[in-house]
C-alpha cells in the first residue's frame, strides 16, 4: 500500500515482489489445471495471483469483479465493455468477431440476456482467452442470471474449451457451488487454496515492501505487524 490506499488493479504495471510473494506452488497449481476456483479470505492474495498468472501466460483476460456488480444490466454492460478491452490488448483481435457480432445482436434487442450470455462463452470458446471471475460468489446478489451463468460455466468447464478462472473469499458458500448435486462445479474445476501468510513471512514481505520505498521495519514492531 501507498500513502494508506490500495494498489490499483491493472494490466499495464508490472507484477514483481509489489503483488506476488512466496506463491509459486500455488502460482504453479493454477497454470497445470484446465479451470481453477481460488479459494481463500479476503485479502489473501488471490487477485493479485491471478494477475501474476495472466501476465506469465501472456492470454488475453476477460476479466469481471463480482463485488462491482449491482445487478443483471450491470453484468451484462460489464461483460460487454471487458471482452471489448481484452481485443484491444489482444494480438490476435479476430478471435473477437464472433463475440462482437453477439454484443451487436444484444444491443439490437435480437437476442435476450440468457441467449447473450451463452453465445459470448460460445463466440471465445477454443481461443486464447481466459474469462475471469473474481469473487465469483458476489454475483448471486443477480438473481435468476447467476444460475444460467452456473449451468454456463459448468457446461463450458467439462467441454474443456475456455479456460475459466473464479475466485471467492465466501468458503462456505464456494463449497456449496463446488458440491451441488445438479452443478458439480468441482469435478471439473480444480480448487486451489490462498491461505494467508503465517507470521514469519508476513513480516518478510512487510519488510521488504518497506525497504522498496527506502524504509526499515524496527525489529520491536515485528509483532505488531502481524
Not at 481466459?130 to 444460475?147: K, M, V
Not at 525497504?211 to 526499515?216: A, L, T, V
Request: glycine residues 8%; hydrophobic residues 35%.
Amino acid at each position: 500500500m501507498e500513502g494508506g490506499k490500495r494498489i490499483k488493479f491493472s494490466f499495464e504495471e508490472p507484477v514483481g515482489q509489489k503483488y506476488l510473494f512466496d506463491r509459486e506452488a500455488e502460482l504453479d497449481a493454477l497454470g497445470k489445471c484446465e479451470s481453477c476456483f481460488l479459494t481463500g479470505p479476503l485479502g489473501a492474495g488471490k487477485t493479485s495471483l491471478v494477475k501474476s498468472y495472466i501476465e506469465r501466460t501472456g492470454c488475453s483476460a476477460v476479466w469481471i469483479r463480482g463485488e462491482k456488480i449491482a445487478g443483471s444490466r450491470s453484468l451484462v454492460n460489464t461483460v460487454i465493455r471487458e471482452v471489448l478491452k481484452a481485443k484491444e490488448r489482444s494480438e490476435s483481435k479476430d478471435d473477437y468477431k464472433a463475440a462482437e457480432i453477439e454484443i451487436e445482436n444484444y444491443r439490437d434487442g435480437k437476442i435476450d440476456v440468457y441467449t447473450f450470455i451463452t453465445r459470448l462463452f460460445e463466440s471465445i470458446e477454443h481461443k486464447e482467452v481466459c474469462f475471469i471471475l473474481d469473487e465469483y460468489s458476489a454475483l448471486r446478489r443477480i438473481g435468476p442470471l447467476f444460475n444460467h451463468l452456473n449451468r454456463v460455466i459448468f457446461a463450458f468447464t467439462k467441454k474443456r474449451s475456455l479456460r475459466i478462472i473464479l475466485t471467492s473469499s465466501e468458503l462456505g458458500y464456494t463449497k456449496l457451488l463446488l458440491e451441488r448435486k445438479d452443478l458439480p462445479l468441482g469435478l471439473y474445476v480444480k480448487e486451489v487454496k490462498v491461505m494467508p501468510f503465517k507470521e514469519e513471512k508476513s513480516v518478510e514481505f512487510i519488510a521488504l515492501g518497506m525497504e522498496k520505498y527506502g524504509h526499515e521495519c524496527p525489529k520491536k514492531s515485528y509483532s505488531r505487524v502481524y
